[in-house]
């Protein structure tokens, strides 16, 4: 990053909050902000876990608690506990609720026509694009990547998910137990470690790296969510796990991959590696892949 992309991002940030009104008490000309706004919105028809607003929205505990006190204050929110643990509690709209929420929603769409009416077709088109492409990056933004223990709930959440739609995706059906998948402790360092991607709290993805001794680093259950694609995070599992192996004194990062996962294969072609002959057993791999790593120049690798 250089001063001129800060300063690029912080005009961005401006030109934003004045032309959507964030600047005022009175959000859409209703008699709350729009942090009150927003969460009348993200509660919805349903009903939301209290911990779960909080982690979505990433706000802090004491002012999302004022917010909804400020909300069941004027009959619009319940906050209950939840029978079988009343230590989380939940959420949900009045009927009164639904109605500000209804009028909010018709007057945030009268705000998006006014942004786009000032446009001739093409700079309509132009700024939908753009803001598509921004809403993409922030979101790829909020992801954060961390080492997990395999067995974690989370680990195994990612797992349960990508194991069913390899069975769903291979011509042969899937199983785990056919498959020369690693157990758990290959997956654990020194011998290996395992990542879990997350947004908004939530387990979108994982990755694992065996790190055998005498031989090279290896990509194993590399999966992502299908509803996060698209935003960059294959690529930077790969990024990441190729760091860890060159920290690890690896020059030599390989996977195997299924014909079915075209994207995949697309995938690792791009980002370097190249298809070499076979060098496991594993039944459901059509295509194996090796990719020569040299040693980090800096420090750890990111998260």
Not at 44 to 54: A, I, M, N, S, W
Request: hydrophobic residues 40%; aromatic residues 6%.
């Amino acid at each position: 990053m250089d001063a001129g992309q800060i300063e690029q991002v912080r005009r961005f940030n401006r030109t934003v909050t004045e032309r959507v009104g964030v600047l005022h008490d009175r959000y859409l000309g209703r008699d709350r902000p729009i942090g009150e706004a927003r969460l009348l919105w993200e509660i919805g028809e349903q009903g939301q876990d209290v911990r779960g607003l909080r982690e979505r929205l990433g706000l802090d505990s004491g002012y999302v608690s004022r917010l909804l006190r400020s909300l069941e204050s004027d009959g619009l929110v319940t906050v209950e506990p939840q029978p079988q643990d009343r230590r989380v509690r939940t959420v949900r709209l009045t009927d009164a609720g639904r109605a500000e929420r209804a009028v909010l929603d018709r007057r945030s769409d009268e705000l998006a026509g006014s942004l786009l009416d000032p446009l001739n077709t093409a700079q309509r088109a132009r700024l939908v694009e753009a803001m598509a492409a921004v809403d993409r990056l922030l979101t790829a933004a909020t992801v954060m990547v961390d080492a997990v223990d395999p067995d974690s709930p989370d680990a195994k959440d990612c797992l349960r998910a990508y194991f069913t739609e390899l069975q769903e995706r291979f011509d042969t059906g899937f199983d785990p137990a056919l498959s020369l998948l690693p157990d758990a402790g290959e997956l654990r360092p020194p011998h290996g470690l395992f990542l879990v991607a997350r947004m908004h709290g939530e387990p979108i993805g994982c990755a694992g790296l065996k790190l055998p001794a005498g031989a090279p680093a290896e990509i194993k259950r590399m999966w992502v969510a299908p509803a996060a694609r698209g935003l960059g995070l294959g690529r930077r599992f790969l990024a990441e796990l190729e760091a860890r192996a060159a920290e690890h004194g690896r020059d030599v990062l390989r996977l195997d991959t299924n014909k079915a996962l075209s994207a995949a294969i697309g995938l690792y072609h791009s980002c370097g590696f190249e298809e070499v002959p076979a060098f496991n057993d594993e039944p459901y791999a059509h295509h194996w892949f090796e990719k020569h790593i040299s040693e980090p120049i800096t420090g750890p690798s990111s998260q």
